[in-house]
Structures are given as C-alpha cells and as structure tokens.
C-alpha cells in the first residue's frame, strides 16, 4: 500500500504540472485535481495490473489509491470555470477542477471503490454508464439510491466485470447537471493487455452548451439551440490536435451526451468501428466507412492504421456544429446586394456590418467587434489562412518522424513540392451556356421554349384572389 504523500508524489511526476493537491479528510483518497484543460500524458499505471493508458483529449486521467487490492477513486463534484477556447472561459459544473471530469481507467477484475463528494450547491448522484453492477450502484437517484445532498459523500463500489468503454455522468437533475458541463469517461481495460493492442488510444466526449455571447452561464432550458458544440467541452481551435506516428494504430473513442447525434468524419483514412458501449464489436460485423454517426448517449470506438502522413481535419459533419457561438436567426444574404442599403443604416447605426453577402467564408477573417467572453463563428488560422472552423473540429496529425509515445504538436505538417492544391494560371475559356429562348429564365437544356405550358394557372391569374374580395 503506498502512503499519501507517496501516492500525491508520484501520481504529480506521472501526470504533470497541472495537477495540484487537495486534501481529503484521513480516511478518504486524495482528490487529485486539474487547474487546465491541456491533454495531459497518458497516466502509466504505478500498481495494480498492467495495462497500455489512453489519452484523454484536452483532459486527464484520475491517479487511485491502492488500498488492499482496491483501486480507491475521490471524485469531487463542484463548479468550476473552464476556458472553452483561448477567449472565452465558462462557468460550468464538473468534477475536481474540470468539465468533463478525469477519465477513470481501471483493468478487467479490478475492484474499484469510488467516493464521490457533493460540492454543488443541490443534489446530484453518479451512473456509472453501461457498466455491469450490482444495481445499487448504478447511481439513479431514488430509485438505487437516496441522492447525494451538498457537503456529503457517498462509496460506490463494485468489480469492473467487462472491459470496454464507458461514460459516468449524474441521474439527478440530470438535465440541468450535464447541460452544466457533468460528464466523464472511463475505460475498463482487457487483463490481457496484448489485446486489440493500438499504439494510440484517444478518448473524448462530445458536448453541447448554450451561452449567450457575452455570458458565462449555459443556458440550462435549451433543447434543440445550442450554439457551442465541443470535444471535452473545448471548441475549435481550442481543441488538441491528436498527434499520431505514421503506421501507428490508432484508436479513437466518444461518447455523446449532448441533445444530438453528431456524424464524425475522419479525412484521408477509412476507420473500421471495433467498439460500441456493448463491447467489442465481432470482427465479421465490422466495415470500411470515414464517417460515423454517433447517438445521444451512445460510445463509439474507431480503429485506423495512420499510414498517411499530413494534417487530416476530424470534426462531426454537421457543418453547424463546426460554429461557434453563432445566432441561428441571421437571414441568408448571399446574391443580396446591401450597398445603398448599408450605408443608409450606418448613418443610424454606427456599429452595422453587412454579413453574408458572399456567403459566410469571410467571417472568420472579419475584425468585427464582439462582446467579451464569446468567440468568433469560425476563428482558426491554418499554414494557409483561415479554417473557417469552430466547434466540434480538430487535426489528426500523422508524421513519419514522430517519436514512439510522443504527443507534443509536431506543428504544420510541410507538404512535399508539389503535393498541393494550386491555382489554374492559363487561359480560362467561357464555359458552354444555354442560350436559348428566355435566356436566364433556366430553361431546360434542349426543350424548344415554345413547348412549355403557356397556361396560367387560375389561382395565379391577376385579379384571381379567389375568396379575398
Ligand atoms: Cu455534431
């Protein structure tokens, strides 16, 4: 068994600078806690049985306790203020110091004991998501258990029976609690650690907030019209790149509790999904695809082998959700022509900004003035300009020279001589058109104009408002 203090030290060596301490009461374990966001160094396991860390995406995994063959845990449920991305931090609700919380890994067999303490100014309790325990345990607030109140701490505790990958999040007031940024991962390793062994194993949740520009509080009410949508509560480009070494095998594991599901789309590879919340799926169920849906609280893990070295964009394929902060009631204005119009309203309104007469692209280079505490739509900048990006969006970097267990941003990968897209400079010649009778009317190609109907259907026939005399 390893003292405290012993325990604090190495698990601060192990995982880095931003992790400080905090001292439980005697007989519970440290509750370590994260004062940043930054994806951390895999956590390589002290004791217990031996197993190959993920990697928590702009997060950490949660060093234990080992008392008597019991993996001991402390999480601390309270609120916290995260950076969302450089420029905008958030008043959300999480656990010991972070929203999502520490991922918990633990190997098949484990015996794991968990306190969890209530810092939240109302009750809450934790389910631990797809996990096969006694149903004590389960955390459904009333149902399995009386609710934890404020100041309290409960023990659950219970045997890691199936390995896999899992989420844990609160059954009580459980709509304002995750909508407020309460959520974690967890990983049950396999005993043996050679199986489906990968090189990279990269873990994240998917989540959704609204706060209003200018705000730092989600909106907790809201349905359907979010307008923040991250990986472990980060948007673009405050997101981590996941850096990979050319050949390696890749995992990537999600978890969705946001309100929608969110199609995630991987550039340059074809993934294979190996992993649900049920298990590992049967090899002969698996296919070849680039893109997978994820569903509201569903887990997803995608396997590839990264042979393709560059920068390859990873983000969910609904191109709302790669925003940030954006109203949904701009009208489209794309063709409209605002001149005369613009300056008129100038005059009355000093700060006016025509938006979206080209289409959106170039708001993301616009200096427009914001309020504080929010972020452009699309703000990150690539080695060749803006990204026109935001929210659920990052890189998967894969470079021939990256070291063996190395994560540090190797930064933009340098394209061999002409491997990149390039701009036509020779003759550009009219493209055909139709020139037919009616001109930009749009006529069907090859359909003699007088062919077309020429009658006028009676309800559109001046002076045929019907029943509107
Ligand atoms: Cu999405």
């Known amino acids: ?28 374990p440290e ?5 940043k966001a930054a994806t951390q160094a895999p956590l390589m396991p002290p004791n217990g049985r031996p197993y190959n860390p993920v990697v928590t995406l702009n997060g950490w995994t949660l060093p234990w306790r080992m008392n008597n063959g019991v993996k ?20 959300l609700w999480g656990y010991n110091g972070q929203s999502p919380g520490p991922t918990i890994e633990v190997v098949e067999g484990d015996r794991v004991r968990i306190f969890v303490t209530n810092k939240l100014p109302e009750h809450t309790s934790v ?17 399995t258990q009386p609710l934890i109140p404020p100041g309290k701490t409960f023990v659950y505790e219970f045997i890691a029976k199936r390995p896999g990958t899992f989420m844990y999040h609160p059954h009580g007031d459980e709509m304002v609690q995750v909508a407020m940024g309460m959520m974690g991962f967890w990983v049950t390793h396999p005993k ?90 049967r090899p002969a169920s698996r296919w070849p695809e680039v893109t997978v849906d994820v569903g509201v609280g569903q887990m997803r893990a995608i396997e590839f082998d990264a042979t393709e070295p560059g920068d390859w964009a990873f983000h969910c394929h609904k191109s709302h959700h790669t925003m940030n902060a954006m109203g949904h009631n701009v009208p489209t204005m794309i063709g409209v022509d605002h001149r005369g119009i613009a300056e008129k309203i100038s005059r009355l309104v000093p700060d006016y900004m025509v938006m979206g007469e080209r289409g959106m692209g170039d708001m993301g280079q616009m200096a427009m003035p914001l309020p504080d505490n929010t972020l452009p739509m699309m703000t990150g900048q690539g080695p060749f300009g803006g990204v026109d990006m935001g929210g659920m969006f990052t890189v998967v970097k894969v470079r021939r020279d990256q070291k063996r267990g190395d994560y540090t941003d190797p930064g933009w990968y340098r394209h061999p001589a002409g491997t990149v897209a390039y701009e036509w400079k020779g003759m550009a010649p009219e493209p055909a058109r139709n020139h037919s009778a ?21 309800k559109l026939r001046p002076g045929g408002h019907e029943g509107h005399h």
Request: glycine share 12%.
């Open 438 to 458: 009616g001109g930009k009317l749009m006529e069907p190609v090859g359909k003699p104009a007088d062919t077309l109907p020429k009658v006028v259907p009676k």
């Open 127 to 143: 389910h631990w998501h797809g996990q096969r325990l006694p149903n004590g345990m389960d955390g459904v607030g009333g149902l």
């Open 72 to 91: 001991e845990f402390h999480l601390v449920a309270e609120p916290v203020v995260c950076e969302i991305a450089p420029g905008m931090k958030a008043n």
């Open 192 to 281: 043996n650690p050679d199986f489906m062994k990968v090189e990279r194993d990269f873990v994240f949740l998917l989540n959704n907030f609204d706060i209003e520009p200018g705000s730092y509080t989600p909106k907790v009410n809201t349905m359907l019209e979010f307008n923040l949508f991250g990986f472990n509560s980060r948007v673009f480009p405050g997101i981590d790149p996941m850096v990979v070494r050319q050949g390696d095998r890749v995992r990537i594991r999600m978890g969705n509790l946001t309100m929608t599901n969110h199609p995630i789309h991987l550039h340059g590879h074809e993934f294979e999904v190996t992993g649900t919340d049920g298990g590992w799926t």
């Open 31 to 35: 509750a370590p806690l994260m004062d």
């Open 1 to 28: 068994m390893v003292s405290r203090r012993d325990f604090f030290t190495g698990a601060a060596a192990l995982v880095g600078a931003g992790l400080v301490s905090r001292a439980g009461a005697a007989t519970l």
